[in-house]
């Protein structure tokens, strides 16, 4: 057993315990805490086994599945691929341990409903990043929908089920253009070959040399479903409504990895599948990712909500992430890529460190909060190191990464550059605005109580009762405190995630020019 088929089955085990504890909530956290904690630890040996000068594929396995019709459960990831397994299994136990503080399920839900459905979601999310058949890709693509849609539906807001419903159907609908694509890819294998396969290496060979009309048809069933997945505008609806309604644990994993899917596929299907659709259609394709960093930051810019603040910040880095693919330079890829990992860090923290005041104040709208500071200096702390990689400043993790993107694709795409700094201005803006709405100036909102009151003591005037504001306990800075870490480590040293993913990176590039 390889090390991937180990990171797949473990949480699918911790899952199927998690489930008999269910009437014990306290047993079922320690447990779900235990599994989660063990996932991270087995990235260690598959990080350090896995060489970036060696195969493209490492850590392979298959096994027929459908053999008539050339189906393979295959698993095997690249530099890529292994740096989206780590952070997912990096944000997991924080999702976990975020339960009964930032996050507060429903009185008639048991955690370990909730807990069994995050490991499930963990393994199917792992098991997409490493599939290395298409099909098989399909179809983990849209299982991945069922556990999100009853996180979401099961345990989010007051409109849960209608974002759910439009979660669910946006990215089905993505991923049933992308079968009727990958069928003709089958198809035109079986002309070539005599044989149909699904194998990803070998469509690969195959769909590169397809007339350019045939690859432009074929590349517009794959990028549409990994557009509506990213999301890119326009097809970015979904995401608001849905990460304004999902419990805080299920945001992060949301728009910290799921939407990674869509940006991955680009790298893994559309470039070096279909190469020269990638080079016509690249010019839309920049236009939209332009169009998403200036739409999604003016709309963060003017969001009354923090989690849909936080959504209206991940469509603004997703357009700069997608700027960064297609671009086709080594420097922004690469830029691209580590964007994909440090987006999932600074983003997961940011939505984690907004539960935590969320659950403190019992409201998400930015305006029933002020000079927060005061009374929680610790998680103030906490929330400026989260904004500071938000807007990608000096010394924090998204800094590289988007001066990578900037720097690269400036060298083919000067103008779509430019507009996109534009970016930046504004990620300093909104996310400074929040900070001051939240932390600094007088306390309003959560006013102080007169008369026995005491430090900290707080008034939550939408719910007309007293509240107890207080600091970071022990638990929460075990949450927070390794993210920060991160945060800040990476923005000093990012050199082993280059290291790692600059080869992959350098063999997406080749096939897309030409290379095998």
Known sequence: MTWVLALILWPLAGACVVTGLRRNDRLATVTAVVFSLVELAMIIPTWATYHPGGPRLQHTSSMDWIPSFGVHISFGIDGIALVMIAVIAFLVPIVIGALGTADKLPQDRSAGGFLALILVQEAITIAVFAATDVFLFYVLFEIMLIPMYFLIGGYGGANRQYA??????????????????????????????????????????????????????????????????????????????????????????LVGVLDKVGTFGFLRYCLPMFPQASKDLAPLVLVLAVIGVLYGSILAAGQQDMKRFVAYVSIAHFGFIALGIFAFTQQATVGAVTYMLNHSLATGMLIVVLGLVIARGGSTRISDYGGMYKLTPLLGGMLLIAGLST??????????????????????????????????????????????????????????????????????????????????????????????????GLGFYPQPVLDTVTPSVDATLSALNGGQ
């Open 164 to 253: 759910a419903v439009k979660f669910f159907l946006y990215s089905f609908l993505g991923g049933l253009i992308m079968l009727a694509s990958a069928i003709g890819a089958y198809s035109l294998a079986a002309d070539k070959l005599g044989h149909g396969t699904f194998d990803w290496a070998t469509l690969v060979t195959v769909v590169r040399d397809a007339p350019a009309s045939t690859q432009i048809w074929l590349f517009l069933g794959f990028f549409l479903a990994f557009a509506i997945k990213a999301p890119l505008v326009p097809f970015h609806t979904w995401l608001p409504d849905a990460a304004g309604e999902a419990p805080i644990g299920v945001a992060v994993l």
């Open 391 to 488: 807007l990608s400043l000096p010394g924090t993790n998204s800094f590289v990464s988007e001066f990578l993107v900037l720097l690269g694709a400036f060298e083919t795409q000067p103008v779509y550059s430019i507009l996109a700094t534009v970016g930046m201005v504004l990620a300093a803006a909104y996310v400074l605005w929040l900070y001051q709405r939240l932390m600094n100036g007088p306390v309003r909102g959560t006013a102080l109580v007169g008369a026995g009151g005491g430090p900290g003591a707080a008034i939550a005037p939408e719910l007309g009762a007293r509240r107890t504001i207080r600091d970071l306990g022990g638990r929460e800075l075990a949450i927070l405190v390794p993210m920060a870490v991160l945060v800040i």
